[in-house]
């Protein structure tokens, strides 16, 4: 009678249990799964025979809940938790093996355990798609931002075209005609024109990175189209003290390609290079063939990318210059450039020191 009455005991117990963590994964919300595995653990520790000597723990890939941070597993008996299908973890009861044995289990407390680990895995499966639509609908959003952004600036940049255009035109007037009488001015309007031609470039940047420019793919030979950007950038080079060195094998590299867009990449890549060489730093060009694609690879030896800063470079408007010196466009138009000819663009920092960046395109 007394053995059955315990044992009854222990069955209401066990449902108390269930019940309250059914309730607890009910209410539970995706962005607190810890404290919601804790509450169910301390819940569960109130459905066995010896509350206080029974630790238990939660362990998968991410988390690892326990009821005491001293868990000792020789004494224990185990359900594994499963999300989707696959095995993703195991759930742990374990009693003070000083006192007791595996014996002193009971059956009960095995199919409780069980049932448990269902519930939590179904508990992982509802949090996995959660996190999947919210990842989802964050892309969709992210997505959608940048199409608004690009038909602004490419608004924007069609409205600036023209005044820009005369600024500089009428600044450049100005200048012939003041030419000859030593003027304090001159330096002024040299400055005028000089921010003109900065803003104008800006505007270039903004129209090839909202696909505003048209294309014009030709079969073109890339070697003399590197060392004609190299060549016109010959001057930045020798003034920040950086030397470039070419690696191609051979003359001939031909793809089909729009050359001015093929040479804004280069320049862009490059004049990026220089600007973090340090003094007496060397930019490799290098340029090979596989069966399907041209591979540009141009690397330097500056300080490289920081962990954080890598997944954003190729976002528009991202920049680590100071103001001024970089409006963070450049390597968005790379980036627009380089999908348009469905190819690739990856970046990473070198073994040694400084940044290299890879360039795939195929070459039909
Ligand atoms: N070679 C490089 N080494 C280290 N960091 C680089 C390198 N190239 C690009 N970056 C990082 O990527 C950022 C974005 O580059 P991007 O060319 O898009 O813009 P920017 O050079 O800052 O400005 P803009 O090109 O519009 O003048 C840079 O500000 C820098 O943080
Ligand atoms: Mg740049």
């Not at 309250?20 to 810890?34: K, L, P, R």
């Not at 630790?55 to 868990?71: F, L, P, V």
């Not at 199409?147 to 924007?156: D, K, M």
């Amino acid at each position: 009678m007394i053995k059955t009455e315990a044992a009854l005991k222990e069955r209401i117990k066990e449902l108390t249990c269930l019940y309250e963590i059914s309730s607890i994964i009910g209410d539970a919300s995706a962005d607190f799964i810890e404290d919601t595995l804790n509450n169910i653990l301390f819940s569960l520790k109130k459905g066995f025979q010896f509350p206080l000597d029974t630790n238990m723990t939660i362990n998968t890939e991410i988390y690892n809940i326990s009821t005491t941070e001293t868990i000792n597993k020789s004494i224990s008996i185990n359900a594994n938790i499963t999300v989707f299908k696959e095995l993703k973890g195991t759930l742990f009861v374990c009693l003070d093996p000083h006192k007791y044995t595996l014996k002193d289990f009971l059956h009960e407390e095995q199919l409780l355990i069980d049932n448990i680990a269902i519930k939590v895995g179904g508990f992982l499966e509802r949090v996995a798609i959660q996190q999947n639509e919210t990842s989802l609908k964050r892309q969709m959003e992210h997505a959608d931002r940048l199409s608004i952004v690009g038909e602004i600036t490419a608004g924007i940049a069609h409205e600036l075209n023209t005044p820009l255009a005369n600024i500089l035109g009428f600044a450049e007037l100005l200048k012939d005609s003041l030419k000859g009488s030593l003027n304090e001015k001159n330096g002024d309007i040299d400055k005028i024109i000089d921010n003109a031609i900065y803003s104008r470039e800006v505007v270039k940047k903004l129209m090839f990175f909202s696909c505003k420019m048209p294309q014009e793919m030709q079969l073109i030979n890339f070697v003399p189209v590197i060392r004609n950007a190299i060549k016109l950038l010959d001057a930045t080079f020798r003034k920040e003290n950086v030397k470039p060195i070419i690696n191609i094998k051979g003359e001939d590299l031909w793809l089909k390609a729009d050359s001015v867009q093929i040479t804004q990449i280069l320049f862009n890549l490059l004049m990026n290079a220089i600007y973090f060489s340090p003094k007496n730093g060397l930019v490799t060009i290098q340029a090979s063939e596989t069966k399907k694609n041209i591979v540009l690879k141009i690397s330097d030896e500056g300080k490289g990318f920081i962990k954080e800063d890598l997944p954003k470079i190729f976002q528009p408007f991202f920049s680590t210059k100071p103001i001024g010196d970089g409006a963070g466009l450049g390597l968005s138009v790379v980036h627009g450039i380089v999908s348009s000819h469905k190819g690739n663009i990856s970046a990473k920092n070198n073994i040694h020191k400084g940044a290299v960046f890879t360039v795939i395109l195929p070459k039909n």
